[in-house]
């Protein structure tokens, strides 16, 4: 499988962040374009890739459903096969991105794993959890979640019992995109911001440990 990759940040980083988009809109969205130029102005590359189906889409322009998960499995391993040494990579993504993300990091040996808006559950529809792998996860993941998002409310996620390699961020009144309302007194960038300084401060901490050493402590 031939993958095309989106670079940003400086090329001699000492970690790449790999970010797959969310199930609806591309690798060069305004939401993925914002946090990918706000990581490499970190200091960190960035790597930005799609799914089969959203490649298909850039093709032709018809909208497509993702793939099935063993697709969007096999494709994010493939991506971590292409760019090689895993354990300068911290994968992620937007959403679906990130879920999948998750999936496969502990089988990837890979830094870490950071979520923009993990969908939890389906809106309106808390019974049907996504959340079996996330209690015995291994490798240390991000979620940054917004305390409006649909997909899964704070107070919903706080009876999870996710694994103690699992760091939450809440993202002030952002939905499931960061956005916030005009009462807040914030706007969008400057949730991304913070998320981005979230990412940034969790990159750093990962950047010195191996996901499987026995001297990393959450």
């Not at 790999?18 to 200091?43: K, R, Y």
């Amino acid at each position: 499988m031939n993958i095309d990759f989106l670079f940003c940040g400086p090329e001699d980083a000492a970690l790449t962040i790999v970010l797959a988009h969310g199930a609806g809109a591309a690798m060069d969205s305004p939401f993925m374009n914002e946090i990918s130029t706000g990581l490499a102005a970190c200091g960190y590359r960035v790597a930005r890739f799609e799914f089969p189906y959203m490649a298909k889409r850039r093709l032709d322009g018809k909208k497509r459903g993702p793939d099935r998960a063993p697709v969007l499995i096999d494709t994010f391993a493939q991506v971590v096969a292409q760019l090689g040494n895993p354990e300068s990579l911290i994968i992620g993504g937007k959403s679906m991105g990130g879920r999948i993300a998750s999936m496969v990091g502990d089988d990837l040996g890979v830094r870490g794993v950071v979520c923009l808006g993990y969908p939890f559950h389906p809106p309106g529809k808390p019974e049907n959890l996504r959340t079996e792998h996330l209690k015995g996860m291994k490798t240390p993941i991000l979620i940054c979640h917004g305390t409006r998002d649909p997909f899964g409310t704070p107070d919903e996620v706080a009876g999870y019992g996710l694994s103690d390699a699992v760091t939450l961020h809440w993202v002030a009144d952002g939905n499931h995109d960061f956005d916030v309302r005009k009462k807040s007194g914030r706007t969008q960038a400057d949730s991304i911001r913070d998320a981005v300084a979230a990412i940034a401060d969790f990159a750093d901490m990962v950047g010195n440990f191996h996901p499987n050493s026995a001297d990393y402590t959450n």
